[in-house]
Nanobody
Framework: QVQLVESGGGLVQAGGSLRLSCAAS????????VGWFRQAPGKEREFVAA????????YYADSVKGRFTISRDNAKNTVVLQMHSLKPEDTAEYYC?????????????????????WGQGTQVTVSS
């Protein structure tokens, strides 16, 4: 089993920044990719960003490109989602996910059912 714990959510004004962290523990050798998803009330969970644990490849949803950056700290088994220029439409519960994601592709990373392990989520609220 893999345990994922998100932190760093909160309330921020539009244009502000937040830094989300996903700490992994357990059988961390059983996955090689970590992703972030988000879900707003009444909407489906949607892909935000993903990184391969080797750090050599990342994918982003079009809606966050240029504003969000995903990175990993191998020594701490942590993946960070740095969010800048936040908009009210970024308001959602943000979830961290992990998987042996193969093939590693933009299309595959965007599929919620492709990810095996999920955290409990952290709320991000952006006020206008």
């Amino acid at each position: 089993q893999v345990q994922l714990v998100e932190s760093g959510g909160g309330l921020v004004q539009a244009g502000g920044s937040l830094r989300l962290s996903c700490a992994a523990s357990g059988r961390t050798f059983s996955y090689e990719a970590v992703g972030w998803f988000r879900q707003a009330p009444g909407k489906e969970r949607e892909f935000v960003a993903a990184i391969r644990w080797s750090g050599d490849s990342t994918y982003y949803a079009d809606s966050v490109k240029g504003r969000f950056t995903i990175s990993r700290d191998n020594a701490k088994n942590t993946v960070v989602l740095q969010m800048h220029s936040l908009k009210p439409e970024d308001t959602a519960e943000y979830y961290c996910a992990a998987a042996l994601l193969r093939p590693w592709s933009q299309d595959n990373t965007a599929l919620t059912h492709a990810w095996r392990y999920w955290g409990q989520g952290t709320q991000v609220t952006v006020s206008s």
